[in-house]
């Protein structure tokens, strides 16, 4: 059982910070990293895997630290994020040769139980410039689980993926997470983390904003005042009806159509339709006005 | 040295048209030995000019750039070296092994044709030949060492080497005779002259200075790559 731990971590590259005073701890399990593209996850990732200093703070892996102790990858798993690989290998020359990199004993034997544990063997014998994205994501994976590192850092691993291959990879991160190793995996899509994570770091504009069991961040973002852009036959009649009702704290009348700010979702959601059944007044369109995820992120962080 | 990072090293640098890239300087140089080999302009003084302008002024720098450079730079822009890195291997091996690497491409495409060409121009002559052949090989050495460490240390190493073996060499060795004592090229050359009693061949540099500096340029460089591998920061980071 292996802890990765980060205190106090920031970093930043001249005067433009990426990662300001972070500190968590991820354990057994699957932790989710999420964040909008440009957060700082990958920075976070890259100090985690030894690959960038912290300008300040530390990051150690049971107690060890990371930054230049090469001797670390014996219980690390690294994924990257950038796709290129030894193109001209093919992907069993390329575990063998991660294999041999790692010194161990018997290199064939854990190339091979590292490519059935992908379920790349029927491609294995073809050059990795060939592979499909999905492919290459795989064989990746398998050069990280070669040496059967009891922890794993992947990062932004759904990217480019199908939807079939999403699920394999999920069903192979579970698989890892029940055998009792620490992963961890970054991602800007809330859904991913969601189905495959039981803790969740998140992680806007470099600062740690919310950290916890996805069911608690779920409702935080649920929770937020919503904005909804409504279109209807008579805007100003179903102004008043959803304003009576308590649901809505302002609506607005623009030229755009009535914007509602919901303080409670679901009674929100519930109530529209009857409102608008009850007055007459004819639905043409009810859209989210601030559903992007960064929105959500910054209602987070501001709380 | 390790054994795996040498062989996806070489195969990195053999396997695409890169090799290609790599024959043409030498194959070159051959052609012209052999013609003028053929058609008599085979003097000592010429076949001096050929060995030192053509083997030992272009061909050995542009090939150490491209071996230099080429054994790692390309992997530290793809971040294939990732995978590298990722693994408990000291960083001064992953040096060390690209440097044998790129010495070894050095000695077959370089070393190797100011050989043979000055076989065909002049046999051993003068003792030219073997002269030549030595000098390029510890040029060879310093060249490679730098230009890994520049890789190692700078995304534009192809340029900057660029820049140092024509500008600075060539260039302002002509005009500045200060610049010309600041050159692996004339080192190299001071070496080559201690070996052979040609009259062609005049070093500016004396073997007291040139020898020392050799040495200590390749071990700089190498300790250098060596330390800026060990905080390489990847690309997709920045």
Known sequence: MSELRLEGVSRWYGNVVAVNGVSMTVGPGVTGLLGPNGAGKSTLIHMMGGFLAPSSGTVTLDGTTIWRNPGIYRHLGLVPERESAYDFLTGEQFIVAMAKLHGLDDPGVAARRAIARVEMEPAAGRTIGTYSKGMKQRIKMASALVHDPPVLLLDEPFNGMDPRQRLQLMDLIRQMAAEGRTILFSSHILEEVERLASHIEVIVAGRHAASGDFRKIRRLMTDRPHIFLVRSSDDRRLAAAVIADGSARSVQLTDKGLQVEAVDFQRFTWLLPRVSRDTGVRLWEVSPADESLESVFSYLVDR | ?238
């Open chain 2, 1 to 238: 040295m390790n054994s795996t990072i040498a062989m996806i090293t070489f195969r990195a640098m053999l396997g695409r048209r890169r090799a290609l890239l790599l024959l043409a300087l030498p194959l070159l140089l051959l052609a012209l030995s052999v013609v003028l080999r053929s058609t008599g302009y085979d003097d000592l003084d010429v076949s001096e000019d050929v060995l030192q302008k053509f083997g030992l002024a272009t061909l050995l720098p542009l090939l150490a750039l491209i071996a230099g450079t080429g054994v790692i730079g390309p992997e530290i822009d793809d971040g294939q070296l990732m995978y590298v890195l990722t693994k408990p291997v000291p960083r001064q091996v992953i040096v060390l092994t690209k440097l044998a690497v790129a010495n070894v491409l050095v000695v077959v495409f370089a070393v190797v044709p100011v050989l043979l060409s000055g076989l065909v121009l002049t046999g051993t002559t003068a003792r030219m030949t073997p002269a030549f052949t030595v000098g390029v090989l510890v040029g060879g050495l310093a060249y490679t060492a730098v230009f890994v460490a520049l890789a190692v240390a700078s995304r534009n190493a192809v340029t900057i080497g660029l820049l140092y073996a024509l500008v600075w060499e060539s260039l302002l060795g002509n005009f500045a005779p200060g610049a010309k004592s600041a050159s692996i090229q004339q080192w190299a050359l001071s070496v080559t002259d201690a070996l052979t009693p040609a009259s062609p061949v005049r070093a500016s540099v004396g073997l007291a200075v040139a020898v020392p500096l050799l040495v200590l340029v390749t071990a700089a460089a190498t300790a250098l790559a060596t330390y800026r591998l060990r905080s390489l920061t990847v690309a997709s980071a920045e």
